[in-house]
């Protein structure tokens, strides 16, 4: 990281020991991982002592296995194919083609990014922006000579705050309107104005916080030439397999199924073509382990008491302070254990007929995981992407924005959802 926080290459897992006083060993090891490394192994071993000693019992360890398998496929096969993808200049292409629109204007170029991931978001949900997005701003930031924490930062955070319209936006989403028995139509009317809210205070914590000329420091850029992939055809397969996964979700595809058939198109591709890129590597050990732990972990803490924690945060209030108060348990929650648990474990303790209060939780869960690495699929995929980027982020000044932003939305939220009532 330099002097000013911004992020720095990062090429390792960790920092490296001085020549001759490398740690050996097992230990040595562990001190060299990176710190979400850590994280992740710490949560397989205590999910693996959950179940292997009772705490969780068996049949619900194998059901908590069965319902995060298609997670896990769409996690792995996602991240394979964000890879290859960018291996092939797919990103490169489209950020360029992103520059060039906005015609050597930063605020054009700050609303242009905000509406593609906004709308990416939206249409889609949140997991492709994380995926998809993130290497195409990261890439825009490479060539256009930017630092890449603006870019990459208005794509986690819209890829979180802007998942409230539409059920297919987040699977939160769809859980809460089932909840309350409301079809696609209804449940946007009701989340238009807090979608609304959340994404003007995204962007303007963005703005004044990372995009705004003191921050960036020139007025305009020179839009790059466009950018020529190395290999024709395999920037094709590429994109195809791009499409052929937006496709899938707007099919209603599951979207591991969806995620699995378009990596398996391009590498099929690969295959033929450029079969050296093809490395175990491209598989997210990590993140797999670490969502497979955190499920396993959370499902245990459930069933020992954080049901009734939730209960006695949420509280028996109803009207505008009980709507805060549950946007704020979601918010907090989701950065504590994971946006998804979060919700189910308040919509477990939330009456069946308490509608307001059950939206502002699902308000605090979208708009609230911004501060810790696991609060939302979408922020863990976001930074594996970073970091197959090369771009480190700085965590203390990533967890001071992120708890402001999450604050911010969250009450302007929930504030805009008690006006529609």
Same mark, same amino acid.
């Given at each position: 990281m330099d002097p000013d926080g911004e992020p720095t290459a990062h090429t390792g897992d960790g920092p490296a020991a001085p020549a001759g006083h490398? @740690?050996? /060993?097992?230990? /040595?090891?562990?001190?060299?991982?990176h710190p979400l490394d850590r994280v992740a192994l710490a949560l397989a071993v205590l999910g693996a002592a959950c179940a292997l000693t009772g705490l969780l019992p068996r049949a619900e360890t194998v059901a908590t296995l069965g319902r995060i398998l298609p997670l896990l496929l769409f996690l792995g096969t996602v991240v394979v194919l964000a890879e290859l993808t960018a291996v092939a200049g797919v990103f490169d292409v489209l950020a360029g083609r992103l520059a060039r629109a906005a015609r050597g204007s930063f605020p054009a170029l700050f609303v242009l990014c905000v509406g593609f991931a906004s709308v990416t978001t939206i249409a889609l949900n949140l997991d492709t922006t994380a995926v998809l997005l993130t290497p195409v701003l990261l890439?825009?930031?490479r060539r256009l000579g930017m630092p890449p924490l603006p870019l990459a930062l208005t794509t986690?955070?819209?890829a979180n705050t802007a998942s409230l319209l539409l059920p297919v936006s987040n699977l939160t989403n769809l859980l809460a309107a089932d909840r309350i028995d409301l079809d696609p139509l209804s449940y946007a009317a009701r989340m238009a104005l807090p979608q609304a809210a959340t994404i003007a205070a995204t962007m303007a914590?963005?703005? &004044?916080?990372?995009?705004?000329? /003191?921050?960036? /420091?020139?007025?305009? &850029?020179?839009? @790059?030439?466009p950018h020529v992939p190395a290999d024709r055809v395999l920037y094709r397969i590429a994109l195809v397999g791009?499409?052929?996964l937006v496709a899938g979700i707007l099919a209603g595809v599951e979207v591991g199924i969806a995620s699995a058939a378009a990596a398996g198109l391009v590498l099929a591709g690969f295959a033929a073509r450029h079969r050296a890129a093809l490395r175990p590597a491209l598989v997210p050990w990590r993140l797999l382990v670490f969502v497979t732990g955190l499920f396993l972990v959370v499902q245990t803490l459930g069933r020992h008491g954080l049901d009734d924690v939730v209960g006695v945060l949420l509280g028996p209030d109803g009207g505008a302070l009980g709507a805060l108060r549950a946007g704020g348990t979601g918010a907090l929650l989701s950065n504590v254990v994971n946006n998804l648990p979060a919700y189910v474990a308040g919509e477990a303790v939330l009456p069946p007929g308490?509608?307001?209060?059950?939206?502002a939780l699902l308000i605090g869960t979208n708009a609230g995981p911004l501060v810790t690495p696991w609060a939302s699929l979408a922020?863990?995929?976001?930074?594996?992407?970073c970091r197959a980027a090369?771009?480190?982020? @700085?965590l203390g000044r990533f967890l001071a924005a992120g708890a402001l932003l999450a604050v911010g939305a969250t009450a302007a939220g929930v504030g805009a959802l008690l006006l529609t009532r």
């Open positions: 490398a @740690p050996r /060993g097992l230990l /040595g090891r562990l001190r060299r991982l890439a825009l930031a986690v955070w819209l914590l963005l703005w &004044f916080g990372y995009w705004r000329r /003191g921050r960036r /420091g020139v007025d305009r &850029f020179v839009a @790059p030439t791009c499409l052929l308490d509608g307001t209060r059950l939206l922020t863990l995929l976001w930074y594996e992407r090369g771009v480190a982020v @700085p």
